[in-house]
C-alpha cells in the first residue's frame, strides 16, 4: 500500500506536484477570462432552447392570459437587456453616447442583434404613418423556432422577451420607448417577428431640435 502511495505521488510530482480538480479548473478558466473580448458560439443553441422554453412554461403558470405572459416575458427580458447594455458598454468605453435616434436603432438592428444571435436583424424600417414607430424585423427569431404554441394562443408571440430587451437598451441610453412583438408573416417567413418601438414624445421632441440646429 505504501508503495502505491509512494508511486502515485511520484507521478503527481511530475506533472507540477500540485492536484487541481477538473471543476476547479474550469471555475479558474471562466474567472480569468476577459470580459472585454467577446467570445462566439459559447451557448449551445439546444440549451438555450431548452432554457427559454422552460422559462415560458413557468411563467405560463403564473399569468392568467396572452397579454399577461407577453408582460412576463417582456419584463425577464428588460432585466437581461439591463445587464446586457452594461456589459456592452464596458467593452467598448472609448466610445461617446450617442444622442440621435437613428444611431442608437442601427446599433441594436446591428450590435445588439449580432451580441444575441450572432448576426444583425434582417431590417430597420420607419412607419409610413407615424413618426415616433420604427419597426426591427427578423425573419427566423431564435426565440420563437422551438416554440410550439397551441391555436387558442395563436396571437402569443415570445418575442416579447426579445422586446423586453431592445426597451431597456433604449431606456439606459435615454430613448424611452415603448417596444412590443408582433408576428408579421410575409412569402417565404410565415413567422417572421417585427419588434414595434414606439418612442416617448421627449425623444422625438429631441430629434427635432437636433435636427433644426
Given at each position: 500500500m505504501q508503495q502505491a502511495l509512494s508511486g502515485m505521488n511520484s507521478r503527481l510530482s511530475s506533472i507540477g506536484g500540485s492536484?487541481?480538480?477538473?471543476?476547479?479548473?474550469?471555475?479558474?478558466?471562466?474567472?480569468?477570462?476577459?470580459?472585454?473580448r467577446p467570445r462566439v458560439g459559447e451557448v449551445s443553441l439546444s440549451?438555450?432552447?431548452?432554457?427559454?422554453?422552460?422559462?415560458?412554461?413557468?411563467?405560463?403558470?403564473?399569468?392568467?392570459?396572452?397579454?399577461?405572459?407577453?408582460?412576463?416575458?417582456?419584463?425577464?427580458?428588460?432585466r437581461v437587456g439591463q445587464r446586457l447594455l452594461e456589459l456592452l458598454v464596458f467593452r467598448d468605453r472609448g466610445s461617446k453616447r450617442d444622442v440621435?435616434?437613428?444611431?442608437?436603432?442601427?446599433?441594436?438592428?446591428?450590435?445588439?442583434?449580432?451580441?444575441?444571435?450572432?448576426?444583425?436583424?434582417?431590417s430597420l424600417e420607419k412607419s409610413s404613418e407615424h413618426d415616433d414607430e420604427y419597426m426591427i424585423s427578423d425573419n427566423d427569431l431564435v426565440v420563437n423556432r422551438y416554440i410550439s404554441?397551441?391555436?387558442?394562443?395563436?396571437?402569443?408571440?415570445?418575442?416579447?422577451?426579445?422586446?423586453?430587451?431592445v426597451e431597456a437598451m433604449l431606456d439606459g441610453s435615454g430613448f424611452p420607448a415603448r417596444v412590443t412583438a408582433h408576428t408579421v408573416p410575409v412569402a417565404g417567413f410565415p413567422f417572421r417577428t417585427t419588434i414595434l418601438i414606439k418612442f416617448d414624445a421627449k425623444v422625438m421632441e429631441r430629434e427635432k431640435r437636433l435636427a433644426d440646429k
Open positions: 492536484v487541481v480538480g477538473a471543476g476547479d479548473a474550469r471555475t479558474r478558466a471562466q474567472l480569468d477570462r476577459s470580459i472585454t440549451a438555450f432552447a431548452f432554457l427559454f422554453s422552460e422559462l415560458v412554461q413557468y411563467s405560463q403558470k403564473h399569468v392568467k392570459g396572452i397579454q399577461d405572459l407577453e408582460k412576463r416575458l417582456n419584463l425577464v427580458g428588460y440621435k435616434l437613428l444611431n442608437a436603432l442601427l446599433f441594436i438592428n446591428t450590435n445588439v442583434w449580432k451580441a444575441l444571435f450572432g448576426k444583425p436583424a434582417d404554441i397551441p391555436k387558442e394562443m395563436a396571437q402569443l408571440n415570445t418575442g416579447a422577451f426579445v422586446a423586453g430587451i
